[in-house]
């Protein structure tokens, strides 16, 4: 097998430097260990920065969120719901970092209006009544999992290639060039080399893993983030601590739910991360300071992600270091046709993919320039089952007598599970039941998976897609990879469905979890 450019990393930067690659007519191929969007593109808070947040901290990093947010909402509608945001400070906050926020936001050109308190609360009923002050600013929610998805998709319309499942082993050097990339299948343990021209590392926590197998060396900070999905949608709008960046200071509506987090802990390893009791025990505490409906609130599940940052020697504190991304061309290193892209955030991730995509063609000698600064994400529909709601409003719109519901917490049909494999078909990837739960609503809701897992397997099995036991290992699969978030929010009716999830595939199923 061989390709133009092989792209190491299925995130939303990957994605979108397969996009903006394929646009300018250059053949790449996006090769992902696990699945679209396994890094921290699919475990962060789903936040579209203003820049408000980093205006001390990191002036430049809050400029280039400021414009690429404000590009996204134009380019990328259907993935973003333009809530706005609000940044809310409570007594005992700083009150000269209250002070200086406004005029901070003015010199990075960022949009911050000054509201009185009780219209805060008028806006969001569940703020605390202790608020000091309140400022309107540009923030919205973004879907990181449909942006991955439309990314992908409209890249492979025009040539690009994805392959799941695929760990890169190797990366074969002569010289001063990356001939081929070796990986392996994760599932069926096959080994496949890829020829190759340049090969873009866009691996996230893992670009210096990646790098290292060529004796590169990047030093990464490997920064752990909790989250926790609330049971019920908190607030319509963002809401900030205003304050420096800090743990449990965000609060972000998700469709039907919210985001609250998050945390920052400095680890070893990138690899096996779970969220644990503490720090949801935290988060809920520092958060309800801001919002005292948290305190009562059922959350559905935590999960956790690992920043990318690049090690800056100085610094000690992982929040300080900056929240802008590295890009570098290996030549330096004795690599002509090696470049990593890692660091920066979600919301500038286009801009992430340009400039990486100018490198690359520079280094190709291919004159085509950016079109994704002008060119809409088109609606592929490969994304849109990841939406809240949509499945049971088309569900309800057809009225088709012959669909009935597969998962019931978040009504998704078997006409939107043969949609979606479909989708994978296309793309030549094996349906399975994580890459379904990925690609829509299946297992999100409050059983998480204990009845829509059995009978999503059940429905491979009448399409031949499963056969002979692997629909256990599925379910097993699925069920684990849902439960690393329960444990943490083990209290109430949580704790009621986990008994209940035991109850059906241990006591009755004998299935070991």
């Given amino acids: 097998m061989n390709t133009g450019v092989l792209i190491i990393g299925g995130g939303v930067t990957g994605t979108g430097i397969a996009r903006d690659l394929s646009l300018r007519g250059v053949p790449c191929t996006v090769v992902e260990k696990e699945d679209l969007n396994a890094g921290a593109s699919g475990a962060n808070h789903g936040l579209l920065h203003s820049g408000a947040r980093y205006i001390e901290s990191d002036p430049a990093a809050a400029e280039e969120c400021k414009e690429e947010g404000e590009l996204l909402k134009s380019l990328a509608s259907q993935c973003i719901e333009d809530t706005g945001g609000l940044f809310v400070a409570v007594r005992g906050d700083d009150e000269t970092y209250i002070a200086d926020f406004q005029e901070r936001c003015r010199k990075c050109g960022i949009y911050c209006e000054t509201i009185d308190t009780k219209t805060a609360r008028e806006m969001e009923p569940a703020l605390s009544d202790r608020l000091l002050a309140a400022y309107m600013v540009k923030d919205a929610s973004i879907d990181p999992f449909r942006l991955t998805l439309e990314n992908m998709a409209d890249a492979i319309k025009h040539g690009a290639a994805f392959l799941r499942n695929k760990r890169v082993i190797k990366l074969h050097q002569d010289k001063r060039k990356i001939t081929a990339v ?11 080399t890829i020829e190759t021209e340049l090969v873009v590392n866009a691996s996230g926590a893992w670009a210096g893993q990646i790098a290292e ?29 205003l304050r420096r960046p800090s743990d449990g200071d965000i609060l972000v ?3 039907v739910v919210s985001i609250i987090g998050t945390t920052s802990s400095r680890i070893d390893s990138p ?6 009791i503490e720090e949801a025990d935290f988060i809920i505490r520092e958060a309800a300071v801001m919002a005292p409906a948290l305190e009562t609130e059922q959350f559905i599940r935590a999960y956790s992600g690992v920043r990318p940052l690049v090690e800056v020697e100085s610094e000690n504190e992982d929040r300080s270091v900056s929240r802008g991304f590295t890009l570098i061309d290996h030549a330096a290193n004795g690599l002509d046709n090696f470049v990593t892209i890692t660091g920066g ?47 049971p409003k088309i569900w309800i719109a057809e009225s088709d007598p012959g669909d009935t519901m597969l998962c019931e917490c978040e009504m998704v049909s078997r ?15 094996i349906p399975d039941l994580n890459a379904i739960g990925l690609r829509s609503r299946v297992g999100k809701g409050p059983c998480q998976g204990t009845f829509c897992s059995a009978g999503l397997a059940a429905y491979l ?40 999830l035991e109850a059906i ?7 070991e979890l």
């Avoid at 690899?271 to 644990?276: A, G, N, R, T």
């Fill in 271 to 276: 690899d096996e991360i779970s969220p644990d």
């Fill in 415 to 429: 006409r939107t599970v043969d949609s979606i494999i479909e989708s994978l078909n296309r793309q030549n990837c």
């Fill in 461 to 500: 099995y009448d399409k031949g897609i499963l056969t002979d036991e692997k629909g256990l290992s599925e379910i097993r699969r699925f069920l684990r990879e849902r439960w690393r978030g329960r444990h943490p929010i083990l209290t109430g009716d949580t704790l009621i469905r986990v008994d209940l």
């Fill in 182 to 192: 070796s990986v392996l299948d994760e599932k069926s343990g096959e080994e496949t």
């Fill in 253 to 255: 509506p998700g469709g």
């Fill in 345 to 391: 955030k979600l919301t500038t991730y286009r801009l992430m993919a340009e400039k990486t995509s100018n490198l690359v063609c520079l280094k190709l000698d291919v004159k085509e320039p950016c079109k994704t600064r002008t060119v809409p994400l088109p609606d592929t529909g490969n994304g849109k089952w990841t939406e809240p709601a949509l499945s």
């Fill in 213 to 241: 197998m060529v004796n590169v060396k990047i030093g990464m900070i490997y920064s752990k983030g909790t989250l926790l999905v609330s049971q019920n949608r908190i607030a319509g709008r963002v809401i900030n601590r």
């Fill in 505 to 511: 595939y241990c006591g009755v199923a004998g299935l």
